[in-house]
Structures are given as C-alpha cells and as structure tokens.
C-alpha cells in the first residue's frame, strides 16, 4: 500500500514484514533520488510532471530522473506546451512557487518545477532573477547573453577572477496547493572564452576550479552530481 503524506515523504508498507518504512524524496536541480528504503517495497509509480519550457533544462532534468521509478512528463505531453507563467516575484523561490502551483493545477499532477539565475559578484549578483532575459537585444538568444554578460563585466572594471555561482531553488507541488522547496547553489568564476559544447545557457564560461573546466566541458554524468 502506499500513501503520499506530505511531499517529500512516502509511506509504504513492506510486503513481507508488514512494517512500515518511509521513502524520501531528495529534490533539487541536480538530484531527485528515492533513498532510505528499508526492505524492498512496492510502490506504486507516480506521475510526475516537469514544469519547465526551457528544453536545456527539459533534458538535464529527464536524465537526472531517469533511473527513478516515475513516469515523467513534460508540458506538452500534458497539452501544457503553450502555457506560459508569467514569472512577476522578486526572488527565485516566489517564481519557483508559482510555476508549479499553475503547472500542478492545470494539469493535476504533482510537479516539478524550479527558478534558477546566475549571480556574479562584479555585478552585484546580476544577472540572478534575469538571467533567462539579460541582453537588450530583442529575441535574444543563449549566446547573446553570454555576450552582454562579458561586455558588462569587462565595462565593471572589476579585474579577475570574476567569481559567480548558479544559484537554484526547486519546488514541487501537488494540485491541492502543498508545495516543498529547496534550495542550492555551485560555485565557480566567469572567463572571458566559451569552452566546451555540453549545457546551456552560460555553462561555456562558467568555470569550475575544482574540475579545471567549465560546465559545458564536464560530462553529464558530473555535472549531475554537482
């Protein structure tokens, strides 16, 4: 038997011994795994709608939950694929909340969705909440803002090494309004020169001093730990 408590905890019932063990759900951008499994459970599989039309993100988030035992499912699997959330909050977590409050009602699964932006301190954490929208250019694409990011930086004065981090919160939500959020960032700095053909968005100049790369030069399989 399996009852859906209170995300991001799952209660099942052993079917050999009768007791009960909880299952919790560890969520964010770079994990969403069942841990903490006493004996070998039943559970009955759960629907899980991605809540996101970035299909960057659509992709890394699939392979992130491709080894968990949900049935996933994008927006437009669910006739969502031109419904778009007006993202009007002030910080990441308020976005987050919203898109996946809209998405979970609309469509009546639980959801994930997040909020996420690039936060670099020459800028004094810009571009951060608009980091999907920071270039003027109008119809502006991944690579123009990497651009502007660069021209803006090199505008700043500020020598290097221009430390940035990504920073993401992550939500997921269930149709009758409970919602459960966590929040996390990685740290790197800001180089002056694409590299790497991985990610998208600003993973070819977002370094990591750890690696030696940037983010669009690790395999997925890394950054996915991260």
Not at 54 to 73: M, P, Y
Not at 120 to 138: E, M, Q, T
Request: hydrophobic share 40%; charged share 25%; glycine share 10%.
């Amino acid at each position: 038997s399996l009852t859906i408590t209170n995300l991001p905890i799952i209660t099942a019932s052993c079917p050999r011994c009768s007791q009960k063990a909880t299952i919790r759900l560890d969520i964010g951008i770079a994990s969403f795994k069942i841990v903490a499994i006493k004996h070998k459970m039943r559970v009955i599989q759960m629907d899980l709608l991605i809540g996101t039309s970035n299909t960057g993100k659509l992709g890394e988030l699939q392979e992130l939950l491709g080894d968990v035992d949900v049935r996933l499912f994008s927006l437009k699997d669910v006739g969502l694929g031109d419904m778009d959330v007006e993202e009007h909050a002030t910080t990441l977590e308020e976005n987050a909340e919203l898109k996946v409050k809209a998405y979970s009602q609309a469509s009546r699964l639980v959801t994930l969705a997040d909020d996420s932006g690039l936060e670099v301190n020459a800028l004094d954490g810009a571009p951060g909440l608009y980091s999907a929208r920071y270039a003027p250019k109008a119809g502006a694409n991944d690579a123009d803002r990497r651009e502007y990011l660069l021209a803006e930086l090199v505008r700043s004065g500020v020598p290097r090494p221009w430390l940035a981090r990504f920073h993401c919160t992550a939500a997921v939500g269930k149709p009758a309004g409970e919602v459960f959020v966590v929040d996390g960032s990685c740290a790197g700095e800001i180089i002056p020169e694409e590299r790497g053909g991985n990610g998208f968005g600003y993973d070819p100049i977002f370094y990591l001093t750890q690696y030696e790369r940037t983010m669009a030069e690790i395999p997925g399989e890394i950054k996915n730990r991260i």
